[in-house]
Each structure stands twice: as structure tokens, then as C-alpha cells.
């Protein structure tokens, strides 16, 4: 449904929403065909291990079904601070660490509570398009970069594009295309990154 005014409803979103309607690039892929794959979804090509299907009844059966802490887990804060550093290299206590219901809830807080009305947030393109949505959400000024021919950054474009910038989004490996930025070609936008504040997107 369509939130604007219109003859059927006298509903008519907040502006926030309204912005994420006026410039989304969302909208409902056409289903895969033999003609067609579609690359707009995500979804993993295999099914959910036995053994998570197992802890998640389990975790049921137990009677975990109430909230949880609202930073997540202490076991599962912990289980990841240890990863993410070891990952890393960089060392992360578990309160430093927030679990969201997905990454979208993961990308929401982070946006939303960088990013103030006006603020310019440089995404390079090819990208995934809820990052625009919550900037516009926020009120933010989405700067796209285009990517090289050979699908690399193009740092002059991404250094002019960052001047001044809030936020820097960073997908990584870039989606559709799954190309990895490469430490050595792509220092700069490292080195811009530790300097100012980013968000990075890894899957
Ligand atoms: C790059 C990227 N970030 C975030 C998300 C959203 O993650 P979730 O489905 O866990 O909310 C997706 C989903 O496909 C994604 O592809």
C-alpha cells in the first residue's frame, strides 16, 4: 500500500517516510525465470544447518521465549567480542558489542543515530539499497561514487565525494558484483575510515 494521501485513505506518512518513498530503489523484483536470475534477494543457497535448527527449538523447549537483555546475550556478547577480535585484530570487550534482530536493525541504529538532517554520507555504487533509505530516512544527503570500469574505487572520486562527509558506508564484498576492496589499491579509503567515523557492511 502506497502511505500517501490518496481517495482510499486519509493517512498520510511522516516526512521520514515520505523521503524513503520519493527516492527508494526498492520495489518487487520480478521472480527468477529461465530467461531471468534475478539478483535483487540475498538469499543463501543452502538450508539452515540442522544443528541451529536444533538450538533454536531447544532454546523454545527451555522457555527462552521472553526478552532478552537489550544488548544482547551475555553469552552471545562475549562468543562475538572474542570473534570480532580475533577477526580483526583490534580488541573489543562484550560490552562493546550490540546484537540486533538482523542486519537491518544493525544498519538502522547505526544510521540513524549518525546521521542528522543535511549530513552528506558517501556510498559507493554498486551497493545495497536500504543504505540510501535509512539516510533519507534520517534526512541525510546520499553522495553515490560511481565505481572504475574494472570495478575498483575510484579514489579521486571517493576522496572529492568524502570532503566534509559525515559517513562513509562501506559494503564488503560489494553487492551484486561480490568484488572485495584490496588493502594495498584501496589504502586510502582505509586510512580516511580509521580517521572519521564509517560503516561498514560485511556479509
Ligand atoms: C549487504 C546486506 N546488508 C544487510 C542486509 C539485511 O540483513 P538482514 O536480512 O539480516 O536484516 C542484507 C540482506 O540481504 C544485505 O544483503
Redesign the pocket.
Known amino acids: 500500500m502506497h502511505s500517501q494521501q490518496n481517495e482510499t485513505t486519509d493517512f498520510t506518512a511522516a516526512e521520514a517516510v515520505l523521503r524513503i518513498e520519493r527516492t527508494s530503489l526498492r520495489v518487487q523484483q520480478p521472480a527468477t525465470t529461465a530467461e531471468m536470475i534475478s539478483l535483487a534477494v540475498?538469499e543463501p543457497d543452502f538450508a539452515t544447518p540442522p544443528r541451529i535448527i536444533q538450538a533454536a527449538a531447544d532454546a523454545l523447549t527451555q522457555g527462552l521465549t521472553h526478552y532478552s537483555p537489550q544488548r544482547g546475550e551475555k553469552p552471545l556478547c562475549e562468543a562475538l567480542a572474542k570473534r570480532v577480535s580475533a577477526q580483526s585484530g583490534v580488541d573489543v570487550s562484550a560490552n562493546e558489542i550490540l546484537v540486533t534482530h538482523?542486519?537491518?536493525?544493525g544498519?538502522s541504529a547505526a544510521i540513524l543515530s549518525i546521521v542528522n538532517p543535511g549530513d552528506r554520507v558517501v556510498i559507493p555504487d554498486p551497493t545495497?539499497s536500504?543504505y540510501a533509505d535509512l539516510v533519507n530516512m534520517a534526512g541525510g544527503i546520499c553522495v553515490p561514487v560511481p565505481s572504475r570500469d574494472d570495478l575498483h574505487w575510484d579514489m579521486a572520486a571517493l576522496a572529492e565525494a568524502m570532503q566534509g562527509a559525515r559517513l562513509f558506508v562501506v559494503?564488503q564484498p560489494k553487492?551484486p558484483d561480490r568484488h572485495c576492496a584490496q588493502p594495498r589499491r584501496d589504502a586510502g579509503a582505509g586510512r580516511y575510515c580509521q580517521r572519521e567515523q564509517y560503516a561498514g557492511?560485511c556479509?
Not at 538482523?102 to 536493525?105: A, D, R
Open positions: 540475498g538482523g542486519g537491518t536493525g544498519l545495497y536500504l559494503l553487492q557492511d556479509r
